[in-house]
């Protein structure tokens, strides 16, 4: 029984409740592309995982961007004749639209009306709205209780600033046995709402924290940054960084009940891509490929041509594609600990294999090696495992040329990944296979 479906029998496991706890810690605060809701949440971070946090102050230049003003907001109602609160940022702050700015004052419903967003076909929920690059100022509510306000006036009040300060972005790097690196990008600009992108932080803290106690061939480069703005910004501040990165993910929306889907990279063929590709094709999960498009997360911008880095993207149910998509509807209850820690799991075998995806030369090229007499059938139960292995056996002995890595083979033979390596690892331990340096490779 694989662990995801050990998972669905016994219950959520430890890693899935684990997850789904920092989700809940982090789910109150509000967050946006700069201020401190932002810096809260890195500093929940960096109770976990050791992260550097780095500020770009307002104005700077970064590209064809400028960084904007900081944005902070203390409270925020609309209240009736009444002194009643029909929306009120305390109570959810997905009731204020995002980057606000300050008013207080007393005006009639034809004169509120067009602040005030809501989804008629959701009447029970409350919209996500943002305003970042254009002033204004906006409400959210249930549709019901749009529906329900009459003609009268109402006093609002927006207690925010915009004002000079800086975009902050988190950084945990975890140095490996090479300069090469896997870039792995959460987004953390959304206020409460859990699989956008409470998910994809969650999961990218858990994974730093598993790696950290791990040998490591490649260095790994987790950042936690405001969408769009931060990539830019990130890109714009580390290019001596870009030649180093070798493989790179960008990870959200992953505690859903829908299955992975994985979009590639603007490459379609990077060695992430494939690694990917071949995780879900044999994990005999539901799940779907998408070819890169400039539109989406964080991947467009490490995917621009000006960089091309080798960057997909894994979430579940695409943005867009579900009704709670931002929405008070994407809270606890739609995330899920099964989900989340089966996200978590196939994150560890996409790292496992591009640790593992080394290059070998066959010591024995002329002809095949008598296998038996060294002991590689020994403890194999079955004449059909027999066969199965001595098969692997020999495709791992006649592409190991120099020229063909573990996934190479694996994807040749349509045998699981793992497979391989464990043939690999038998063959490297009689002698039949040596694993090439830089300079062997042809």
Same mark, same amino acid.
């Given at each position: 029984m694989s662990t995801v479906e050990g998972d669905?029998?016994?219950?959520?496991?430890?890693?899935?409740? @684990?997850? %789904?706890?920092?989700? =809940?810690?982090?789910?109150?605060?509000?967050?946006?592309?700069?201020?401190?809701?932002?810096?809260?949440?890195?500093? +929940?971070?960096?109770?976990?995982?050791?992260?550097? !946090?780095?500020?770009?102050?307002?104005?700077? &230049?970064?590209?064809?961007?400028?960084?904007?003003?900081?944005?902070?907001?203390?409270?925020?109602?609309?209240?009736?004749?009444?002194?009643?609160?029909?929306?009120?940022?305390?109570?959810?702050? +997905?009731?204020? !639209?995002?980057? $606000?700015?300050?008013?207080?004052?007393? !005006?009639?419903?034809?004169?509120?009306?067009?602040? #005030?967003? $809501? #989804?008629?076909? %959701?009447?029970?929920?409350?919209?996500?709205?943002?305003?970042?690059? &254009?002033?204004?100022?906006?409400?959210?509510?249930? %549709?019901?209780?749009?529906?329900?306000?009459?003609?009268?006036?109402?006093?609002?009040?927006?207690? @925010?600033?915009? &004002?000079?300060?800086?975009?902050?972005?988190?950084?945990?790097?975890?140095?490996? &046995?090479?300069?090469?690196?896997?870039?792995?990008?959460?987004?953390?600009?959304?206020? @409460?709402?859990?699989?956008d992108n409470l998910s994809g932080i969650a999961v990218a803290v858990m994974l730093a924290q598993t790696l950290a106690l791990r040998p490591r061939r490649y260095s790994y480069r987790f950042v936690f940054i405001p969408g769009t703005i931060g990539s830019i910004t990130w890109l714009a501040k580390n290019e001596n960084v870009i030649p180093h990165i070798k493989h790179g993910l960008v990870l959200t929306g992953i505690g859903d009940e829908g299955g992975l889907t994985y979009k590639r990279s603007r490459q379609g063929q990077a060695e992430i891509d494939r690694a990917m590709v071949h995780i879900l094709k044999h994990s005999g999960d539901a799940h779907a490929l998408i070819d890169f498009f400039p539109y989406g997360y964080d991947e467009r911008q490490y995917c621009s041509p000006g960089f091309n880095l080798p960057v997909g993207c894994l979430m579940r149910t695409p943005h867009g594609e579900y009704p709670e998509y931002h929405?008070? =509807? /994407?809270?606890?209850?739609?995330?899920?600990?099964?989900?989340? =820690?089966? @996200?978590?799991?196939?994150?560890?075998? +996409?790292? /496992?294999l591009l640790e593992c995806n080394r290059t070998y030369q066959n010591q024995n090229p002329k002809c095949e090696p008598q296998l038996g007499r060294r002991g590689l059938y020994r403890a194999i139960a079955g004449q059909q495992d027999k066969q199965f292995k001595e098969l692997v056996l020999l495709w791992v002995l006649n592409l190991s040329d120099g020229q063909h890595t573990v996934l190479d083979i694996a994807e040749r033979a349509e045998v699981p990944f793992h497979r391989v390596h464990a043939a690999v690892e038998a063959l490297l331990k009689v002698g039949l296979l040596k694993e090439c340096g830089e300079s062997d490779h042809v």
């Open positions: 669905k029998v016994s219950g959520a496991s430890e890693v899935g409740r @684990s997850l %789904h706890d920092f989700v =809940a810690e982090l789910y109150p605060l509000c967050r946006s592309i700069t201020g401190d809701g932002v810096r809260e949440t890195l500093r +929940l971070i960096q109770r976990r995982i050791p992260l550097t !946090m780095c500020e770009v102050p307002s104005g700077a &230049q970064v590209f064809d961007w400028t960084v904007p003003l900081e944005w902070n907001v203390k409270d925020a109602c609309i209240k009736d004749k009444n002194g009643g609160r029909i929306a009120d940022f305390k109570v959810n702050n +997905l009731h204020l !639209m995002s980057y $606000s700015t300050p008013i207080q004052r007393r !005006m009639r419903l034809d004169e509120l009306r067009p602040h #005030l967003f $809501s #989804l008629p076909d %959701h009447p029970e929920w409350i919209p996500y709205r943002t305003s970042y690059y &254009q002033e204004n100022w906006g409400f959210c509510l249930p %549709h019901k209780d749009l529906e329900r306000l009459v003609d009268e006036e109402y006093d609002v009040l927006i207690d @925010s600033s915009l &004002q000079s300060g800086a975009l902050t972005y988190g950084e945990c790097y975890l140095p490996g &046995q090479t300069s090469d690196e896997v870039l792995v990008s959460s987004h953390i600009c959304h206020p @409460s709402l859990c699989n929405s008070s =509807a /994407d809270n606890l209850d739609f995330v899920k600990p099964e989900s989340l =820690a089966h @996200s978590y799991t196939r994150c560890i075998e +996409l790292f /496992d």
